[in-house]
């Protein structure tokens, strides 16, 4: 089991009933079930190849009783009892038309966890223009790659400025080491495509941002 899946199963609320979105192999519901933070769950995915693969997962562990596959697009199928949701793996536009057909819906849940594959800080600024309140943020490292976990519920919050939303939210950090590491890893990483010829104008924004955050941080 990947440290990025462990880490999406910690964020999931003790006792609440599962939707993995997108649960491709079933291994997150599978996790949570087997470590005892939830006792239901819901596999869900639009795809029949990688929902066949969890059901025999899942079946595997003898788990049938406990974990429901279900077959369609987001939330479609997924029944009213579900009070927490993962939405992991997938890339931001893919994420955010899920949660936007999704919206009359998401006061249900006591977390919605997502984890997308690129463009962060897009997130953070949905979840703000929908005045939503970002509970946690996880930054996990995995097989030399960085991965931010946001877990959010639809409680009003104040819009988050812009500095927020490119670096993230300081006070619900899980881990400020790691955040901390991946910042500068983000940071170098911007300049260094910008010597090699990258239009600077595209990243002025968030270099901006990370720089003013990182340079408040190392004083």
Known sequence: MSKRIRALAELVPSGSVLADIGTDHG???????????VSKAYACDVAE???SQAA???????????ITTILGNGFENVPEDC?????????YYTAAGILEDTIDRLGQFKAVIVQINADVPMLRKWISDHRFTIQKERTIEDRKKYYTAIVFNT???EAYTELQQYAGVEEVQEDRVSWIEY?????NGIQRIITLGADPAEHETELFALNAFLDRTES
Not at 27 to 37: D, K, M, N, S, V
Not at 56 to 66: C, E, F, H, P, V
Not at 83 to 91: E, H, I, K, N, P
């Open 27 to 37: 291994l997150l519901p599978i996790l949570a079930i087997e470590q005892g933070i």
């Open 49 to 51: 190849g990688p929902l």
């Open 155 to 157: 409680d009003q919050h």
């Open 83 to 91: 009070t927490s949701a993962v939405l992991a793996g997938m890339g």
């Open 183 to 187: 910042l500068n890893w983000r940071r």
């Open 56 to 66: 025999a997962n899942i079946a595997q562990k003898g788990l049938q009783d406990s």
